[in-house]
């Protein structure tokens, strides 16, 4: 059974900081790997899909790698800004279809 | 994409209770994919919804419990039935689309 965990659990730094989340998932056997990010109050908002081909993509101050035999995936974001402040999520796509997800890690960018 | 939009965005309910959640997508989609958010927990999936077919649950969650309607391939509901305190969640509905998952808005569900 896939399984997907996030560290850390919550992170809070200074405006400017580059920072790296982190997600390992047990099951190398993905279709893809997305990340999201998750406002209070609010659904899911898709920040970067990574196919299980790929190494990373870019969006913006937003990188995210995949090691897909280690079961590993990093999400760099650079020059954090208050904004970037919500609870960032990890899912993986399996072979039924749907994304399961570690718990998040919830970032608090300080001005 | 795909833009996704949920009904009701939240409510209160009394325990024992249902209450049905619509899910509106602006383009025709096969799967439609219903999730639940408990307390500081991630999502997790309760089912997935084909048009013309029984919805697919998983472990843990019944179709008693959680009746799925999918009368086309824009909209579905997700009932949850004789509701408990323990039901307390948000419900989000999240389709497919390029393999890339997009999700709505979520339903807050308070039961007291």
């Known amino acids: 059974k896939q399984e997907v965990t996030q560290i850390p659990a919550a992170l809070s730094v200074p405006e400017g900081e580059n920072l790296v989340l982190n997600c390992s998932f047990t099951?190398?056997?993905?279709?893809?790997l997305q990340w999201f990010r998750q406002d209070p109050g609010k659904g899911l908002t898709s920040l970067l899909l990574i196919q299980s081909s790929q190494r990373e993509q870019t969006s913006g101050r937003l990188n995210a790698s995949l090691d897909k035999s280690s079961g590993r995936s990093t999400l760099y974001i650079a020059a954090s800004q208050p904004g970037d402040s919500a609870t960032y999520l990890c899912?993986?796509?399996?072979?039924?279809?749907?994304?399961?997800f570690g718990k998040g890690t919830k970032l608090s960018v300080k001005p | 994409s795909a833009v996704i939009s949920q009904k009701p965005s939240r409510d209160i309910c009394q325990r024992g209770t249902s209450l049905t959640i619509q899910c509106q997508v602006d383009?025709?989609?096969?799967?439609m994919f219903w999730y639940r958010q408990q307390p500081g927990q991630s999502l997790t999936l309760i089912a997935t919804?084909?048009?013309?077919?029984?919805?697919?649950?998983e472990s843990g969650f019944v179709i008693d419990k959680f009746p799925i309607s999918r009368p086309n391939l824009t909209f579905s509901t997700l009932t949850v039935s004789n509701m408990s305190p323990e039901d307390s969640s948000i419900y989000l509905c999240s389709v497919e689309n390029g393999l890339k998952g997009f999700f709505g808005p979520g339903t807050r569900l308070t039961v007291l």
């Open positions: 919804a084909n048009q013309g077919s029984e919805a697919t649950y």
């Open positions: 383009s025709q989609v096969t799967m």
């Open positions: 899912a993986v796509r399996g072979s039924q279809g749907n994304l399961i």
């Open positions: 099951d190398s056997a993905i279709y893809n």
